[in-house]
């Protein structure tokens, strides 16, 4: 109990003495015009009367950039709304709003209403651990500029903006767990999402190059990111996406949207369910048709239970579809499961211009990596299974590495 008290008398203690060292920096300054205003530090709504005068010092300066972060070092399972600086947008009229191009806001509160006329310039916009209260889009005025906007941690209905944002390349929406994202952003780049399945419509992006996709689900999600997903990012040229499947879950909705800009895949798989049943992996070889200019494919897979070795003789029995283009491709987390068989066999036979294909039985998806010592058993019946039933009769030695 002293330790925690001690601790707390210390932040205490540094957050007055920051506070002052501001207040004192602010009486010094006599600059009518800032190009830069940054405070990053843990201040709560108790410090309220400071911080709106540093804000209306950054507003009487004309920052054009503005940093507000009040959430450095915090945990995630300590946020604590009700203790949240709710940030004044009231000052942020026409005339002085007009003045900011970037604003970075952090663990403050903000409640944006309809006749919000700032930010006509703003260019790029970062929230972290903000709670929204209200209409997104009145943050976002009519005449937009903004480019770059990231949203995570934040705590929102929903993100969905009415008007067109014909300059925004670059998006992150990270962990709201929103209900809908909607925006039209014909000329986005760079796209980034890590959230629940949720619609999302994007106003079909042309020129968009890469979509890094994570999606939290305990049950099957091919469907999704096979017609969802695939219809939201018809042009990307990279694609990267976390999510899970079933062995379990045979069907799955054809889509006739085709991925033809696709030329990079990278798919990062946890799998359950029981390792006999095949269908639910062997589903990925839809992959094929989905995106014929395909070049390079990375299947980075996790099996979450025990494999079974598989002793039958495996048999490509899927219809063929020869693909063109795909040049090299590398299944990591390969620990002979049946499914994993079939489909290594129906991708090898059916990329007709298939330089390098490389089976590593090390498991490498980011989501979770076991320990080696742990998987060291899967991983020595990965790479016997991938030798004896993938090697044979020589059929793909010349493009097929095991490691």
Same mark, same amino acid.
């Given at each position: 109990?002293?330790?925690?008290n001690?601790m707390?008398?210390?932040?205490k *203690?540094?957050k007055?003495?920051f506070?002052?060292r501001?207040?004192? =920096?602010?009486?010094?300054?006599q600059s009518a015009?800032?190009?830069?205003?940054?405070?990053?530090?843990?201040l709560?709504k108790?410090?309220t009367?400071h911080?709106?005068? @540093?804000?209306?010092?950054?507003?009487?300066?004309?920052t054009?950039?503005?940093?507000?972060?009040?959430?450095?070092?915090?945990?995630?399972?300590?946020?604590?709304?009700?203790?949240?600086? *709710?940030?004044?947008?009231?000052?942020?009229?026409a005339?002085?709003?007009?003045?900011?191009?970037?604003?970075r806001?952090?663990?403050?509160?903000?409640m944006?209403?309809p006749d919000?006329?700032?930010?006509a310039?703003?260019k790029?916009?970062?929230?972290?651990?903000? *709670? =929204?209260?209200?209409?997104?889009s009145?943050l976002?005025?009519v005449?937009?500029?903004?480019? @770059?906007?990231?949203i995570?941690?934040c705590?929102?209905a929903?993100?969905?903006i009415?008007?067109?944002?014909?300059q925004?390349?670059?998006?992150?929406v990270?962990?709201?767990?929103?209900?809908?994202?909607?925006?039209?952003a014909?000329?986005l780049?760079?796209?980034m999402?890590n959230?629940h399945?949720?619609?999302?419509m994007?106003?079909e992006?042309?020129?968009?190059?890469?979509?890094?996709i994570?999606?939290?689900?305990?049950?099957?999600c091919?469907?999704?990111?096979? *017609?969802?997903?695939?219809?939201?990012l018809?042009?990307?040229?990279s694609?990267?996406i976390?999510?899970?499947?079933?062995?379990e879950?045979?069907g799955?909705?054809?889509?006739?949207?085709?991925?033809?800009?696709l030329r990079?895949?990278?798919l990062?798989?946890? =799998?359950?369910?029981w390792p006999e049943t095949?269908g639910?992996i062997?589903r990925?070889?839809?992959i094929?048709?989905?995106?014929?200019?395909?070049e390079?494919?990375?299947?980075?897979?996790?099996?979450l239970?025990?494999?079974?070795?598989?002793?039958?003789?495996?048999?490509?029995t899927s219809p063929?579809h020869?693909?063109?283009h795909l040049?090299t =491709?590398?299944?990591?987390?390969?620990?002979?499961?049946?499914g994993?068989?079939?489909?290594?066999?129906y991708?090898l036979?059916?990329?007709?211009?298939l330089?390098c294909?490389?089976?590593d039985?090390v498991?490498r998806?980011?989501?979770?990596?076991?320990?080696?010592?742990?998987a060291?058993?899967?991983?020595?019946?990965?790479r016997?299974?991938?030798?004896?039933?993938? @090697?044979?009769?020589?059929?793909?030695?010349?493009?097929?590495?095991?490691?």
């Amino acid at each position: 109990m002293r330790s925690s008290n001690a601790m707390l008398g210390r932040q205490k *203690t540094s957050k007055t003495r920051f506070v002052r060292r501001i207040n004192s =920096i602010l009486q010094q300054l006599q600059s009518a015009s800032l190009n830069k205003f940054v405070v990053k530090f843990a201040l709560r709504k108790r410090h309220t009367a400071h911080i709106d005068r @540093w804000v209306n010092f950054s507003v009487a300066s004309r920052t054009k950039h503005l940093v507000l972060d009040l959430c450095p070092g915090m945990k995630v399972s300590s946020i604590d709304t009700d203790d949240m600086y *709710t940030f004044p947008l009231h000052l942020f009229d026409a005339s002085s709003g007009s003045c900011v191009k970037s604003l970075r806001l952090g663990f403050v509160y903000l409640m944006p209403l309809p006749d919000l006329c700032g930010f006509a310039n703003l260019k790029k916009l970062s929230l972290h651990m903000v *709670t =929204i209260t209200g209409e997104f889009s009145c943050l976002v005025p009519v005449c937009a500029v903004l480019e @770059w906007l990231s949203i995570t941690r934040c705590r929102m209905a929903g993100l969905s903006i009415a008007q067109e944002l014909s300059q925004l390349h670059y998006l992150c929406v990270q962990f709201c767990f929103l209900l809908k994202l909607e925006i039209r952003a014909p000329n986005l780049v760079t796209f980034m999402f890590n959230d629940h399945a949720i619609p999302i419509m994007l106003g079909e992006p042309l020129k968009i190059s890469e979509a890094t996709i994570g999606l939290f689900s305990s049950s099957d999600c091919f469907n999704y990111v096979f *017609t969802d997903l695939v219809n939201a990012l018809s042009h990307v040229q990279s694609l990267s996406i976390n999510f899970k499947i079933n062995t379990e879950v045979l069907g799955f909705v054809k889509n006739p949207t085709r991925l033809t800009n696709l030329r990079l895949m990278i798919l990062k798989i946890d =799998i359950s369910g029981w390792p006999e049943t095949t269908g639910g992996i062997l589903r990925l070889a839809y992959i094929l048709k989905l995106a014929p200019f395909l070049e390079e494919l990375v299947l980075h897979m996790y099996y979450l239970n025990l494999a079974i070795p598989v002793l039958q003789t495996i048999e490509d029995t899927s219809p063929p579809h020869p693909h063109s283009h795909l040049k090299t =491709i590398r299944m990591t987390g390969f620990y002979g499961l049946h499914g994993q068989l079939e489909l290594a066999l129906y991708l090898l036979r059916n990329a007709t211009s298939l330089k390098c294909m490389v089976i590593d039985p090390v498991v490498r998806n980011s989501s979770y990596i076991p320990p080696l010592v742990v998987a060291e058993k899967q991983i020595y019946q990965g790479r016997i299974t991938a030798r004896t039933k993938l @090697w044979r009769n020589n059929e793909f030695r010349g493009v097929l590495e095991i490691l």
